[in-house]
T-cell receptor, first 114, second 109 residues
Framework: DAMVIQNPRYQVTQFGKPVTLSCSQT?????MYWYQQKSSQAPKLLFH???????NEADTPDNFQSRRPNTSFCFLDIRSPGLGDAAMYLC?????????????FGPGTRLTVL | GQNIDQPTEMTATEGAIVQINCTYQ??????LFWYQQHAGEAPTFLSY??LDGLEEKGRFSSFLSRSKGYSYLLLKELQMKDSASYLC??????????WGAGTKLIIKP
């Protein structure tokens, strides 16, 4: 089945220790997104790629970086995690960015910062 | 600014009907999405409306009024598995999704 896969599902890190979250897709979609979602809040878009074109949201902290080495994979690097970065991180894909292009989400990685 | 408003929480009875409302203010408009999100899981797509009117899909229907900046999601014949958060998201003129915080729907037997 075509899908969006995120690893790991649960990640525990220490304050200030870099962490990398990964996402892969078998849908062959052009667009990949990274969202941060805290409990009972709206998903917050961090980045998106249209193919290799990188788009950084204006209010995404410099502490967050992203890489998309090929169509299938995308990584989220948190350089120095703080307690406020504990959240669910959702990867999503879509065929395009316009109109009816729904986003398909992976299961998420829940990040805990100790 | 751009904004989505939806109720924080609603309660309904198994077998009944519930309507979840959403109002939006965006710079331009390219459609409105509804997603379902069970606790601790990823959102899953339910519906997309870009034209005024009602779209029916099984037990779920979604309505849009562009002139009023208003949408609702209608769930019929509620089942316990429908207990989840329902997220409304409007697409602006730059094709960015503006997300609501979600409405937590609690179904009671």
């Amino acid at each position: 089945d075509a899908m969006v896969i995120q690893n790991p599902r649960y990640q525990v890190t220490q304050f200030g220790k870099p962490v990398t979250l990964s996402c892969s897709q078998t849908l062959n979609h052009n667009v990949m997104y990274w969202y941060q979602q805290k409990s009972s809040q709206a998903p917050k878009l961090l980045f998106h790629y249209y193919d290799k074109d990188f788009n950084n949201e204006a209010d995404t902290p410099d502490n967050f970086q992203s890489r998309r080495p090929n169509t299938s994979f995308c990584f989220l690097d948190i350089r120095s995690p703080g307690l406020g970065d504990a959240a669910m991180y959702l990867c999503a894909t879509s065929r395009g960015t316009s109109g009816s292009n729904e986003q398909f989400f992976g299961p998420g990685t829940r990040l805990t910062v100790l | 600014g751009q904004n989505i408003d939806q109720p924080t929480e609603m309660t309904a009875t198994e077998g009944a009907i519930v309507q979840i409302n959403c109002t939006y203010q965006t710079s331009g408009f390219n459609g409105l999405f509804w997603y379902q999100q069970h606790a601790g899981e990823a959102p899953t797509f339910l519906s997309y409306n870009v034209l005024d009117g009602l779209e029916e899909k099984g037990r779920f229907s979604s309505f849009l009024s562009r002139s009023k900046g208003y949408s609702y999601l209608l769930l019929k014949e509620l089942q316990m598995k429908d207990s989840a958060s329902y997220l409304c998201a409007a697409m602006d003129s730059n094709y960015q999704l503006i997300w609501g915080a979600g409405t937590k729907l609690i179904i009671k037997p």
